[in-house]
């Protein structure tokens, strides 16, 4: 006895889908069959001020304003005190040191003219110093006459001695006879003045005037002072 066993009855969940038929898919993942949250709604923006609100805000804002121009004013002005300090001490400094350049170069100045002041008072002292000197003993030039003839070689001959005719007696009685010994001549030369002397021989001169040897002892004290003035050397 041949049995058979019918095949399965196909039902609506049992149908298998090809491949093809398939269009669009995506796996399936818990929670996917809850509904998508909806954004929520944006919250209104706030309603504009009122006229009387602005005009609440009127005081305070020109306080905040005139406060931030106090600050800044303030701040600008400290800031251009410090500048101006600064050029102001810049310009006094530069002031002071020409103003000490000038002091210096004034100073300087002065210091010579006191100088050439002081040595033109000495100089005239000493000339009348040895004027007078001159003038009370003459006899000096006895003195003057002997270094002079000292003052040439003892190989020199015909030594002569020149003097003012009133100092030739002079050195006649105080040194005639230590001259003699060097066979010296004495003579009168109306030319030279007192107190000075003019020594020749046959190899050269000895100039003992008293104005020469002034000359250079007042150039040796940067002075330029005569022996004689123009007035003195005028006169008769």
Do not use: N
Request: aromatic share 4%.
């Amino acid at each position: 006895m041949t049995s058979s066993k019918a095949p399965p009855r196909a039902t609506p969940y049992s149908r298998f889908i090809p491949r093809e038929e398939l269009a669009d898919f995506a796996a399936w993942q818990p929670g996917a069959v809850h509904a998508p949250a909806k954004p929520s709604a944006e919250p209104a923006p706030p309603p504009p001020p009122t006229p009387e609100e602005l005009l609440a805000k009127v005081p305070a804002r020109l306080t905040a304003a005139r406060d931030a121009g106090y600050h800044d004013g303030h701040r600008d002005g400290l800031a251009a005190l410090d500048a101006a300090k600064r050029q102001f001490a810049l310009h006094t400094s530069a002031q002071m040191q020409q103003l000490m350049a000038s002091w210096s170069v004034q100073l300087d100045a002065l210091e010579a003219q006191m100088a050439l002041a002081v040595t033109d008072v000495a100089m005239r002292l000493a000339r009348q110093v040895l004027r007078s000197e001159l003038t009370q003993t003459p006899e000096h030039v006895t003195t003057v006459a002997r270094e002079a003839v000292a003052a040439v070689m003892l190989s020199a001959r015909h030594l002569r001695v020149a003097l003012h005719p009133d100092d030739l007696p002079l050195v006649q009685a105080g040194a005639e006879t230590d001259l003699a010994a060097r066979g010296v001549v004495l003579h009168a030369d109306g030319s030279l003045a007192r107190g000075g002397c003019v020594v020749s021989s046959d190899i050269g001169q000895v100039d003992a005037r008293i104005e020469p040897r002034w000359q250079q002892a007042a150039q040796a004290m940067g002075s330029a002072l005569p022996w004689m003035g123009e007035a003195e050397e005028a006169a008769p």
